[in-house]
């Protein structure tokens, strides 16, 4: 491992320094961002549990001026659906289109970090939780504050255990300064740090190094909250099980885990969200090496399915190796066959994560000396082309973002990043006599603000009024700045009455944003269906010109659309 990673240490720094470099408009690939989540949370709305409907409807209709009152709150209460099938997919996604609204808001940024980062791997999104972890890292460096920075390192280290990376995981937690602090917010940082580094010595093969920091762990004074401790305190136990088993002391093993379940018996705090993933499977391992209690444990088999996603690699090698012994001794050799099928499968996908992350460690321990002989084979042919693989794929990324930026220079409006008049054209001949709805919007005494107060305010209002309907807007609809205040919106699929009430919540959303200098800002619309495409913007002008005389702040439509 450690000689892999002397390989492509220089390879990642010229990675991330490249993706640093050329990721000139973050605003552009964040307002992306937020837009496919709002998609995704609206076709989820077509499938979702009763109370998965009731988070994403009560976010869809959040005002954005409110998310930085609501954003906890909000947070807490999708920890209600964390059971259900889609529940950490719909909290990623909801989590994820706030943060990117706060950009001034370091505290509630990195809060939301944390929490996306645990929502990702929940919805087996591994590579995605690097991402956040990164960017909550990076955050926590700029404020200059020790105890975020060494919160996101412990997460990183987290993640390179998830990976294999041991050696490298215990490098970043031995630099952590946790002996140096003694409160409470310390003290759970230091049991997790250490328990992480336990994990990584039981893995490298160290047992007895392992055994000595759990015992440690206990015997210190933590000064947490007695049920946090349980939480803990079970995670401890497996772990004590696993390195009792290797020692052979399966009664004190047997013991451990006992402790362990009578603990998560009592559970009502879930901090440690894998931890009964663990328990499980380090009591699966005990049950097969006893020959004790092991068809109703394989008949829990589903528990295992729906939760391999969020355990380590480890864990999930010793799962499927335990019931091979299990099925090899018993000569079942159809579902020993099946459930190989099933573990490299799942091994093969985490092995494509873990080049992506560039860690190429989780190749299979198979004891057949022809597979480790192809093993070794394959990691030295690993070694001499991942350089060369990474070059190839940065040339091709470099041509790809040229080719996106240079796009994006002749199709988007400098100012608002939305598209612009050349694409609004472009767009509306591809249409040709398509049937489709052109929505034209006007800010109301837009020349007004920009006497009264500048053109740099009248600049901020159109950013973020272009900005805040962007988000707003829902699958196959575009916007364009085609004038100075003028925005047209192109729907496609979608019933008249349906527009009308999009474009009625992107109104009032509006007219209730908070504005340092200005009282309100207001928006009147026209909505007209391309009858004949020759015709469709005139008629919007006129329905945009009768809201605007008829007192502003208003929306017009032709009364046979509805």
Known sequence: MLKMMNYIKIPLFIFLVFIAFFSKDQNIIKRNISFENRKELIELQGYCSKEECRIINNFLMLPIEKYPSEYKAIAEDIRNILHTKQGARIGSYILETMNNYFDENIDAKMYLLLKISTLKRLSDDLYGMLIPTIEFLSLAKKSGDEYMISVGTVNLASILNFFDGYHTSNQLLNAVPISNFSDNKWNRLRIRSQLIIAENNIAIGDYNKSSKILKNIITQDNGIPSNEWDDYHSYILALQADIAMHFNRDEEARKYLDQANSLLNQDDYNFLVDKHTVIKTIELKWAIRNNINVYAKLNDMKFYHDNSAIISSRYLKMLYESIFDYYFESNDHTKYHELRKEYLSKIEYRMKLSYKL?????????????????????????????????????????????????????????????????????????????????????????????????????????????????????????????????????????????????????????????????????ISIGIARSDNSKDVYKKADELLYLSKTSGKNQLSIEEDYI
């Open 358 to 522: 560039l860690y190429n460690n989780s190749i299979i321990n198979v004891n057949n000396d022809l597979l480790i002989d192809e093993r070794d084979n394959l990691i030295t042919k690993l070694k001499y082309s991942l350089a060369i693989i990474l070059v190839i794929t940065l040339i091709l990324i470099l041509v790809f973002i040229k080719y996106i930026l240079i796009n994006s220079e002749n199709l988007n409006d400098e100012l608002t990043k939305i598209g612009n008049r050349k694409k609004y054209n472009r767009d509306i001949k591809k249409l040709g006599f398509n049937v489709y709805y052109l929505v034209l919007i006007d800010i109301d005494n837009f020349k007004l603000i920009n006497d009264r107060y500048g053109h740099d305010v009248g600049d901020y209002v159109l950013k973020k009024l272009s900005n805040v309907i962007s988000h707003l807007l829902p699958n196959n609809s575009e916007i364009y700045r085609i004038g100075g205040e003028e925005f047209a919106i192109i729907f496609r699929g979608y019933h008249p009455q349906n527009i009308v009430d999009i474009m009625n919540h992107i109104r009032i959303n509006v007219e209730n944003l908070s504005w340092n200098s200005i009282d309100k800002v207001t």
